[in-house]
C-alpha cells in the first residue's frame, strides 16, 4: 500500500472499533471526539511531514526490508544516519505539533524488538525474529502507527511480580494455547493508544526465575478483543471537549490506561515468551531507545517555549528587559543540552547482531537525566517571562459576551500594533504548554522514573577504570 | 459585632451583590456557584480557626483600636509577636486549605495603608490616616475580609501610565466631585475578590510628576456600581463545576480580573489622592508584606504537598527508598527556608511613625526569591516522588462506571491494606496542588514578578559597606 | 580579671607551651609563627569588638553567674536575646576577619554542656554540671577562648568504634584512676586549637551500649601533657610564611589535627564519662548549635565577598554590566538566606531544663544545608565576576622586581584613578577567599557532613502531621 | 623530522631561552624548574600518546598537507572524523594528565586562522593564508606546540582599545617595517607559554573602524626578542618546588602573563594586519573551538575526579553509602553532558571554503556553559564524597618526622587492607583537583567569560523561525 496520507491515516482509524472509556462513558466514535481527535492530530502529522517536500528527505526513507520508501517511524535504525535522523525528526515534529505527537513508543518497540528477537532466537532456535519480521512488513507496508504498552500497574511497588497479592498486577500469559496465548493485565499512562493501529506489549522490568509468565511480548491491533482503553483525565481535558480556549489550536495528548481482560494473541504474533533472561536486555534497549526520542521531542517542545516567551515580550512590550533576555537564553541552553547529548547518543551508536544500531545508553541517559529536572525549569522559565496572565485569563466566551466583550478587549491590550486576540492567543498557548498534565508530567516519568536514568548511567558508566586514573595520577600502585 | 463564624461569613457574601463573570455567563449566585464556592470556602478558614481552641490563640488578637478580640487578619501589626503571628497563622492556615485562602492582600493592603496614610498627612497636612482609621474600624468590628486591588494590566510595558495609548491601562481619577471621586482602569489577578466585602486599591508602581491621576487608594464595597468582575479560567477550573475529581476534597482559588467602569468613591474612603512621591513608598510597604504573606503560607503549602507525598510513597510500597527520602528532604528544606526567612523578617521588624509594624525586607524578599524558583521544583519533586499518575488517572465516573468500575479498582490498587480509594484521592490532590495554575502561578508572579524582588533585595541592601569591608581586609585605604 | 585585651589576649598565648608541629618540624614560638599569628589575630578580633564602642553593645554582656560583664563567646545563652545575638555577632565579626575567626566552636561546647550535664545529672546524681559550671567560670573570668574537639579520624568508616581494627581510631577513656581518667585517640579539624586556652572535647557520635569507654567529655588547657597538635598543611599556607601575596592582610586560619597520646584529665574537668545514652543529645546539641554558628559567620563572610565583587567592578570598569549585577543579587540572597534561616532558629529557641536556651534545629540545619552548597556557588560567582587574574596574578615580588615592576603595574592597571596596587590587592583577597582551603571546606563539613544536616532535618520535622494534612485535604478518613 | 618522542619535546624546550620570571626572580632554566616542570610534562602527555599504540590510533593522523603522519594537535581538521576525535583525545589526555595538557589552545589557533586567514585572502587579495600554509608545515613537520595568545590585559573594560589613556592595554602594530611590524601589549592567562615553541597571536575581541592597528594576528617564536613571560601565582603553586605533598604526583599547570615589549614580527609570519571586519570572525572561531577544546578535556578531568571520590569511598569505608553514589552520579551526569554536547558539536560540523571543518557553535557553547557552571559542582561533590581532610591534611614532612610520623599514621588509617600512604595520596591528590587555582579557574574564565558563551548561544540561535512555531500553534496569522 504504501505511505499514508494524513487524510488517510485518519480514516485507517475510522475502520477500527476499540473499547474505550472518558469520563464513565463509554467512546464508540474515537477520530470524532473532540479531545481524542486532538491526540490524533498530532500524530498525523507524522504522516504530513512525509507528504512535504520541506520534510520528506528527513521523514521518508529506504526500507531495505521491503525495499520501499516508508516512514521512518516504521524503520528500526539501520545505520548511524538513521539513529541521528531520529533525534532530527523528533524535534522537527515537535517544533510542530508543540506538545507529544505519540509515534515514537511504536517506533523504539520496533527498534527494540528487532534487536532482541534476533538475539533470543540465536540463543533458543526460536522463531520470534521471524514472527517479528513479518509484523515490521505489515508495519512499514501499510504505515501503521504502533503504540508501546510497557508500564505495568505494578500494585506494592516493593514486592515482585508473583509476590504480589494479585498477580495481574504485572501483565501475564494466563493460558497457552495451541493457536496462540492468553494474557491479563493492565499498561499504564498509554499515550496516544486511541490513535494507533497496534499495541506492542513489552515487559516492564527485568525478571527473574519464577516469573516465565510475565516474560512475554507481543502485538495486537488496537481494538482486539478484551482489550479496553480508559482515557484518563488530564488538567486541560474539558477545553477540547468545550472546543474554547483551547491554546494550542489543534493538537494534544491523552492517556488512556489499558486493560487485558484475558486478550488472546496468536502465536505468530508472540515476540518473547518466557525467557526472563531477555527481559533485561529488552527493558535496556526500549528505555534508552525511548529516553533518546524525548531528547530530540522535548528539545523541539523548548524550541516552541522559546517562540511563545519571545513573542509574548514582543507583545507586552518587554523585549528589552535584559533579565528576560537571560532567561531566554537559560531555555535555549536546556533544549541544546537534550539535544547534543540525544545526537551524540545517536552518533555513537554501534551495530547489533541483527544489523539494527544502538544507540550510546549513557548519553541518552545523560539527556534524559536533564530532561526530567530541566523541562520544569523551562516552563518556569517561560511563566516567569509571560506574565501572570498564564494563570488566570478569562475565557474566550468572555471576550465574546455583548456587556464585557469589548472592555475585555480593550484592557488585554498589549504593545501598540499587536491584535489583542494574538496577545489572548499567546497566553492560552503559553498555558497549554505550561500546565497540560498529560504532556508535563511525561518529562518526569516519561521513559521510566528519574531514579530509573540514574541507576542505568551508574551501571552503563566504566566507573572501575576511573579509579585506575586516579590512582595512577596519585602515584598509586595498585 | 465581633467575630464572625464560618457560617455568618458565608451568609454575609450573599448579602452582597456584585456584578460577576465566568465562562461568559453573568453569575448572580456567587456563594452557591460550586467553584467559587471552594473558594470562598477556603477563605472561611481564617473565620473557623478563630472559633477553635486549637487556633484561636494564634487567630484572635485583642485589637487597640477598637478594644475587642478581633481576627487576625485585619489588624495591622503593632509588635514584633503581630509580625511573627502573621506568619505562623498563613503557615497553619495553608495546612488547612492547602491552597490560597485568599485572606492575606486585604492584611497587606490595611498594614500598608496604616503606615503611608499617616506618613502623607504628617506632610500634607490631609485626612487620609482618618480615613484609613475609620475604615479600619468597620472592617474590625465588622470581621470583614478584604481584597487587595494592585495589579493593574498596564497595556504596553515598556510605557509608563500616561505613555500608554490608552491611558485607562493604569487605574486613574477621572473625575474629582464634592462628593468623592470617579475611577476607571482594570486590576488583574483578584484572588478571591468575589469572597471578600472590600475591595482596597493601591497604584502598583512608583509614580512620577504628571501622573498624579494614577496616585490613587481607595476601598469600595466588592459590589459596588460600575465594578465588574471576570472570574479567569485556571487549569482545573471545571473540576468543582463538575463536581468530580476535585482532588482538594472542598478548597479552592479562582482569580477574577476586575473592571472599574467609573466607579465613584465617596472622599470619607479615599486614602491618597495625587501624591505621587508616596506611591513608592506605598508599593515598597504592600509588596514586602505581602512577599512575607507568601513565605508564610506557602510553607504551609509544601508541608501538605509533604505529606502527600510521604503518604503516597506509604500506599505505592516506596516507603524505604532512598532515593524518595532524599526527595522528601529537599522538599522539607524548601519549606523550612521559606518560613525561616520570613520568621526572621518578621523578628527584625522595626516600628514605624503611625505605631505600626514593618518588616525587614530584605528578608522578606530573600523568601519570595526562594518561592518564585523552589516552589516549582518542590512540586517537580512531589510528582516525581507520587508517579505517573498524577498525568492522566481514570475519572471517579470511570471508577463508578458498572462496566470498568471494578477492573479499574482491581487495576489501581497499590500497597496491600490501603483501600484503592484512598489512593484515587491522593493522586487527585497532587494533580491538584502540582497543576491548578491560579494557584501554581502566584508562587512566581504573586507579590511582584520575580525580577522585582530581586531588584529590592538589591537595592534594600547596603552595598557600599560592604566594599568597605573588602578593602579593609585587603589592606585598601580608601 | 575580666575581658582581656587584644593584647592580653596575644600574650596569654605566649604563656601556654604546646607541643606543635608544622611542615615536619617541631613549633615551639606559636605566637610569632607568622602562618599561626593570622590565625591568632582573627580570634583576636573577638577580643577587639569587645573592647571598641561600635560593637561592644553586641559582644559583652553580664554573665548571670559570675555577675561581671564576659564577653559573649564564653557565655551559654540564657535568653532569646542571646541566641540572636550569636548570629549577629558571628556575621559581624567575619565581616572583620573575612574568614573564620575560630572561638565559635567553644562557645558551642560551653552551650551545649551547659544543657546535656545538667540533664545526666539529673539523671543520675552525676557531679557533672558542678564540674561544668566551675569551669565555666574558670572560663567566664579570665576571659578565655576554648576550641571544640569533636571529630574523631574514624579509622573505617563502616565500622562502630569498638568494632574498628585500632580500638583508638575514636577517642576513648584507657586508665581511670582516683584523681582522673586517661584518654588516647585523635580528632581532626581542630581550627584554631593553638590560639586557644582550653581544649573542650565531646564524643563525636551517638553510641551505644558497648561504647561506654567512648562516651567522654571533658576539658584539657591546650599544652596539657601528651597532646599533640599538627597543623596540617592548606592551599595557600605557605603565603603568610613567605608574607608576600597574602590576600587577606592580617587574618587567616589554620587547622591541626591533634593526638591525645594518653593524656591524664582530672575528675573536675570530667563532664560526661560513660552515660552513652546521652551521647546522642550531646552530639544534636553541639552540632546545631554550632551549624548555626555557621550561619551568621557565612553570611559575614559573603558580606566580603560581595564588598570584594562589587569593588572589583569599579576597579575593572564593569560596574554597569547587568549579567554582573545579576550574579551580585544572587550571592546578597545566599547570604540573607542563610542569615535569615539562623536569626529565626534563634528567634524560635526554647529554655531547657538547666536555664540554657537552645535554638530550633530544623531551622539551624535548614540554613546549613544552604551553606554547604551555596557557599562553592558564591565563590564560583565571585570569580566569575572579578576575572580570570584571580587564577594567575603574578607576585608582589614580580611587580617590586626591578626588570619588570614597572611593565607589570603598566599592563594590570584597571579603570582610570584606581592605583593598580589597589586592584591588584583585590584580586590577592579575592584568591584567599575563593582558594583557601582551610576555610573554604568548611562550608562543606563543617558541623558534621551535608548528608549529616539533612539526616537531621528530616528527623526533627513532623512528618507525621503532614501526611494528616495531605489526608484531610484529600478527603480520606484514617 | 616527523613526530617527536616525550624526550626530544622536553630537549626541544631546552634549545629556546625564553625572557621568564617567577616570584621576582628570572628563570634561566626553564626545563629544570619543577614547578614550570610539572606542566611541560602534563603537555609532553600530548606527545607520548603518540607513541604508544593504545592511544596512537586517536592521536596521530596523516596530514593532507605535509602528506606525513602528524600529530593531531597540528592538524586543523579537514573532516568531521577530525573534529570528532579532537574531543575524543582531549578527553583521553585529561584522563591521563588530570589537569590542563595546555597544547589545546595552540590548535584551535591553527583551526581558525585556517579558515579565516584564506576568508580574508579571498576579499582581498592579501598573502595570509599563504603565510600560514607555510606556518603550518613547519608546525607539522617539526612536531611544535603552539600557544594562543588572546586575552588582552584590556585597562578599563567599559572603553575600546582606542578609547583607552593608555593605548597600550590592548596589543597593537606600533610600527609598520619593509620587513615586518613592531606590535606592543600584554597577553594575560598564557597557560603553558613556556611549554610551547611558538607563540600564535590572536585579537582578543571584534574590532570597528579606527581599530586597525588593533586587527593584527602573527606567530612568534616563544623565546622571541622582547617577549616577556611573567609566570603568575597559582594557590598550590609551592608544592611542586617544595617537591613535597604534590597532590598529583607528576602534572601541573602555571600560566604566565606575557608582556610584548616592542617586539618585531617578520611579514611571513603575519596573519592579519588591518582587516578590522575579520576580527569578529577570528574571534568567533577561535572560542568555539576553544570551547569545545574544553569539553573534552573537562569531562576527562571529571572522570578523574570520580575516580578519586569513588577510590576515596573504598578507602573510607563508605563505599556502600547510598547517598553518596547519588553524588557520584550527579558527577557523572556532568562529565557526560559536556561530553554530548561537545561531540554533537563536531558531528554536526561543517565545511568551509578553506577546506578546514568547522563545529557547531550553539551546541559547543552550551557545553561551554555547564563548564562554567558545573565543573565546581563537581568539586564541591568530591569534597563533599572524600571528607574533610581535604582542608587540612598534615604534610608528607609531618609523616616523615620520626617524632609524630608513626602517630600520624596509626590515626589517619581508613578502612582495613588500604595502606594509609594511599589514602593520604588520594587527599592530596583530591586536593590538587578541587584547589589548584590555576586549572580550576579556567573552569569559568576559560575560552571567553560565562556571559560571552550565553551571549553567543543567543546569538547564533535561530529565535526568530521559533516566534513563527509558537505562533502557529496559537493559531496567529502573521
Request: with cysteine.
Amino acid at each position: 500500500m504504501g505511505l499514508m496520507t494524513r487524510e488517510q491515516y485518519i480514516e485507517s482509524l475510522r475502520k477500527l472499533k476499540p473499547t474505550a472509556y472518558m469520563f464513565g462513558e463509554r467512546i464508540t466514535n474515537i477520530v470524532d471526539n473532540p479531545r481524542l481527535r486532538a491526540g490524533i492530530e498530532a500524530t498525523a502529522v507524522t504522516y504530513e511531514v512525509a507528504e512535504k517536500d520541506e520534510y520528506r528527505g528527513l521523514a521518508v526513507t529506504q526500507s531495505p526490508l521491503i525495499n520501499e520508501p516508508v516512514n521512518r517511524f516504521t524503520l528500526p535504525p539501520s545505520s548511524i544516519e538513521d539513529l541521528v535522523a531520529r533525534v532530527k525528526l523528533n524535534r522537527k515534529v515537535a517544533n510542530l505539533v508543540g506538545t507529544c505527537h505519540q509515534r515514537c513508543t511504536g517506533l523504539d518497540c520496533l527498534s527494540s524488538l528487532s534487536i532482541v528477537t534476533y538475539d533470543i532466537d540465536k540463543k533458543y532456535g526460536t522463531k520470534y525474529y521471524e514472527n517479528f519480521i513479518k509484523f515490521l512488513k505489515h508495519m512499514q507496508k501499510n504505515d501503521l502507527t504502533g503504540n508501546a504498552a510497557v508500564t505495568d500497574v505494578k500494585g506494592d511497588r516493593s514486592l515482585g511480580p508473583t509476590e504480589q497479592k494479585d498477580r495481574d498486577m504485572y501483565l501475564h500469559v494466563v493460558e497457552k494455547r495451541d493457536d496462540g496465548i492468553v494474557v491479563r493485565g493492565a499498561k499504564a499512562h498509554q499515550t496516544g493508544s486511541l490513535s494507533c493501529h497496534e499495541i506492542i506489549v513489552l515487559p516492564t522490568r527485568a525478571l527473574g526465575k519464577g516469573d516465565q509468565d510475565y516474560a512475554v511480548s507481543f502485538a495486537v491491533p488496537a481494538d482486539t478483543k478484551g482489550l479496553i482503553h480508559v482515557v484518563g483525565r488530564s488538567s486541560l481535558d474539558t477545553r477540547e471537549l468545550d472546543g474554547c480556549d483551547l491554546g494550542n489550536f489543534r493538537y494534544s495528548k491523552y492517556c488512556p490506561t489499558i486493560i487485558f481482560n484475558d486478550v488472546f494473541v496468536p502465536w505468530e504474533r508472540v515476540f518473547m515468551c518466557g525467557e526472563t533472561e531477555f527481559t533485561s536486555e529488552m527493558v535496556v534497549r526500549f528505555s534508552s531507545f525511548h529516553r533518546q526520542s524525548h531528547g530530540g521531542c522535548k528539545a523541539g517542545k523548548i524550541d516552541c517555549m522559546i517562540g511563545a516567551s519571545l513573542t509574548m515580550m514582543d507583545y507586552n512590550g518587554t523585549q528589552k528587559a535584559g533579565h528576560l533576555k537571560q532567561k531566554v537564553i537559560d531555555m535555549i541552553h536546556r533544549a541544546e543540552t537534550l539535544y547534543g547529548c540525544c545526537l551524540a547518543s545517536s552518533y555513537e551508536g554501534k551495530k547489533e547482531p541483527s544489523g539494527t544500531y544502538f544507540i550510546d545508553t549513557v548519553l541518552a541517559n545523560a539527556s534524559k537525566i536533564h530532561e526530567g529536572k530541566e523541562l520544569s525549569e523551562a516552563m518556569r522559565l517561560m511563566v516567569d517571562i509571560c506574565g501572570g496572565y498564564v494563570a488566570d485569563l478569562p475565557s474566550d466566551r468572555d471576550f465574546d459576551n455583548s456587556e464585557i466583550g469589548d472592555l475585555l478587549k480593550k484592557y488585554m491590550k498589549g504593545a501598540e500594533g499587536v491584535p489583542v486576540e494574538n496577545r489572548v492567543k499567546m497566553f492560552r498557548l503559553v498555558e497549554k504548554m505550561a500546565l497540560e498534565s498529560a504532556d508535563t508530567i511525561s518529562d518526569i516519568h516519561g521513559g521510566g522514573s528519574p531514579e530509573a536514568h540514574r541507576v542505568t548511567l551508574f551501571r552503563e558508566s566504566d566507573t572501575e577504570s576511573k579509579k585506575k586514573l586516579a590512582k595512577r595520577l596519585a602515584g598509586i600502585e595498585d
